[in-house]
C-alpha cells in the first residue's frame, strides 16, 4: 500500500501555513511558490481547495517525462530527481490534478513526496484537515469525504452512495 494525502476540505480554512511549512521544509524558505502544496482559492463561491499530488496508480506525469525524472522511491512515493530533471513542463501539463509545478528559483519541476512519509503539511495543519492515509479503500474513501462536498459546491454530480 503506498501512502497518500487525504485532505478534507470542510476543515480546510486556507490560512495556507501548509504551504509555508512544505517550502520550510524542502528550500529552507518560506516561499509559498516553492511549496509542493498549492492553495486555490474561489472567493466569490468561499472555496478553498489544497492542491497537491495524488500518488495516481498511473501517473501521466511519470510518463510525460522524457528524461525519466520522476521516479518511485522504496516506499511506492513518486519524487522529481532534480538531478535528471530538465524543467521542460511536460509533467505540469500531463497532470490533469494540478499536482506538480515548476520550482521559480531552481526551474525544476517538483511535487510532493510526503517529507518520507512525515509530511510537514499535515504536521503544520491546525485545523486537521490534512493527514497522511494509505491508498487502500479506507484511505481512498477519506480522502473522497473530504472533497466531494467542494464539487457539490461546484455543481458536478458525484455518485451516490460511495461516501
Known amino acids: 500500500m503506498k501512502d497518500i494525502l487525504a485532505i478534507d476540505l470542510r476543515l480546510c480554512t486556507g490560512c495556507r501555513s501548509c504551504e509555508l511549512a512544505c517550502s520550510i521544509a524542502h528550500t529552507r524558505s518560506f516561499n509559498p511558490k516553492r511549496s509542493r502544496i498549492q492553495i486555490l482559492k474561489e472567493e466569490v463561491r468561499n472555496l478553498v481547495v489544497p492542491m497537491v499530488c495524488l500518488q495516481c496508480e498511473r501517473p501521466l506525469c511519470q510518463e510525460a517525462c522524457p528524461n525519466g525524472a520522476i521516479v518511485e522511491n522504496k516506499h511506492g512515493v513518486l519524487y522529481v530527481d532534480s538531478e535528471i530533471c530538465i524543467g521542460c513542463m511536460n509533467c505540469v501539463t500531463a497532470c490533469v490534478y494540478g499536482g ?10 517538483i511535487k510532493c513526496d510526503l517529507c518520507k512519509g512525515d509530511p510537514a503539511c499535515a504536521k503544520a495543519c491546525q485545523y486537521g ?32 452512495g460511495r461516501e
Do not use: K, W, Y
Open 129 to 160: 484537515a490534512i493527514s497522511l492515509s494509505t491508498s487502500e479503500a479506507g484511505g481512498l474513501n477519506q480522502r473522497r469525504r473530504g472533497v466531494v462536498p467542494a464539487f457539490r459546491t461546484l455543481g458536478i454530480q458525484v455518485e451516490e
Open 100 to 109: 506538480i509545478a515548476i520550482d521559480p528559483v531552481t526551474r525544476r519541476a
